[in-house]
Each structure stands twice: as C-alpha cells, then as structure tokens.
C-alpha cells in the first residue's frame, strides 16, 4: 500500500463505528498496530479487531468513555503497555448528544458536549504525549467539523461551538508541540453519511444538505480517512497547524 506505516502504533478513538472505524481498518492495511476504543460499541470494536487479525493485522479493543480524564488515563496506559508505545494519535470520538434551542438547553449538556468533543482531545494528547515524545514519527490528527466554521445546523450550536474549539485547540497544540516534532492537524469533514447523521438527521434534512454540496453526493467515511491516512505519515512530516476541509466544495456555497 502506498504510505506504509508498517511497525507504527495507532491510537484511534471512537473507532467502533463511521470515520473511526473506516480509520482503524486503514491504518491496519497500512501496516499498522491500531487501538480500536470504542465507549458503547463493544461488539462492533471486538468484530472489528478480529477483521483485522484475520487479515494478519494487531489490533486491540479497549473500553472508554473519553469525556473522563481517569478513563483517558486508564485506556492510553493501556494501549501503550500492550503494543510499547504510541505514534499516532487520532481523536475521533465525539458526538452531537442532542439538538436543542438555545432557551431550551441546559448547563449539563453544554458541559458533556463540550466534554465529549473537546475536552477529550486534551486528555487523550495530556496522557499520550510522553510516547509521542519518544517517537520517531508522532503525528495527532484531530476529528473537526463543518459545524466548527458554520455554528452548526439548526439545533447543533453546542457541538459546533466544541468542535470550533478543537480547531483552534488543533493550532495551539501544534505550536506548542513542534519542538518535540510531533504534527497536529485537524480533519473537518462536512456531511459524511455516518450513524452519527442517521441519529441526529431525518431522510428530508439528509436531501436538503446533499442539494448543498457542490460535488452533489454526501461523504462516506472513505471519502475522509484518505487525508487521515496521507497526515500521519513522513511524506506530511511538514504539515501541522491546519484544519483541512473534506466537505465535497460545501464550504464554497
């Protein structure tokens, strides 16, 4: 495959299902050994190990819910113990919880989204980075949104807000890394047809944002995880700071 990473040690949150899933599966072809952490997606995460082991992958699911620190912790050490160290980082994990009005939220789902978009990138780069250290090639990409530069569709301002943040978390973290070489960079996928749309989004609205694109389709995880792939690898070596768009032109609308 082109851009082997063979050897390398993937992290990936949220890979039970949509863009984390597609994610694990390609790194594995890659050559690499993939976390594959899932929070309520056991079966989907364990199926998903023993596809990759059946195709003389290593593959390792472990449990957390990645808006606790203490879960953070417990799932890094982990999977650093088992495979001996981490060079990629992709914090993928994340969810809308629920669309509200503005009068109708409240301070509990502003902070578990916040927490689960947002804060879980910090925690997860807080307890990997004594591995990306000693790395030879660590590389963070963080999962972005549309919603970061848009606000977010009707209902979705919270999430959007978090994911704005990661985006300018994805900057700081690269600044503030580049001296060890680690790259950060964030991924902002636009309409991707995931669960995450099939909770959140009825058939009409789903029409609606495919009308908006300009390319006339919406995503599909695979349509994404190339640029995650191309990220992490030496041939992106000097790219990091950046929120790199994969929405089919809609940001152009």
């Known amino acids: ?10 992290l990936v949150t949220g890979a039970s299902s949509g863009i984390g899933r597609a994610t694990a599966e390609r790194l594995a072809r890659a050559g690499c050994r993939v976390a594959v952490t899932y929070r309520n997606g056991r079966a989907e995460a364990e199926r998903l190990v023993e596809q990759i082991a059946a195709s ?36 993928n994990a994340g969810a809308l919880i629920a669309r509200v009005s503005v009068d109708g939220a409240t301070t ?25 250290k000693q790395s030879a090639h660590p590389r963070i990409v ?29 900057r700081g973290l690269a600044r503030e890394l580049a001296p060890f070489g680690i790259t950060v960079n964030a991924v902002s996928p636009g309409v991707i047809d995931t ?26 995880p695979e349509d994404v995880v190339g640029l995650i792939h191309f990220l992490v690898t030496d041939e992106a070596s000097y790219i990091t700071g950046q929120v790199i768009e994969v929405n089919g032109g809609q940001l152009m609308v």
């Open 108 to 132: 509990e789902l502003w902070r578990q989204v916040f927490a689960t978009n947002l804060d879980s990138v910090y925690f997860a780069v807080k307890y990997a980075l004594p591995y990306l």
């Open 56 to 91: 003389g992958g290593d593959a390792l699911a472990v449990a957390a819910d990645v808006s606790q620190e203490a879960d953070v912790k417990a799932m890094v050490e982990k999977v650093a113990a088992h495979f001996g160290g981490i060079d990629i980082l992709v914090n």
């Open 1 to 10: 495959m082109f851009f082997d990473l063979s050897g390398r040690i993937a």
């Open 142 to 170: 963080n999962l972005g949104s549309i919603a970061g530069h848009s606000g977010g569709g009707n209902g979705s301002w919270v999430y959007g807000a978090a994911k704005g943040a990661v985006h300018t978390l994805t």
């Open 195 to 220: 669960p995450f749309h099939a909770k959140f989004t009825d058939e009409n609205r789903m029409r609606q944002l495919k009308a908006e694109v300009p390319l006339g389709r919406v995503g599909r």
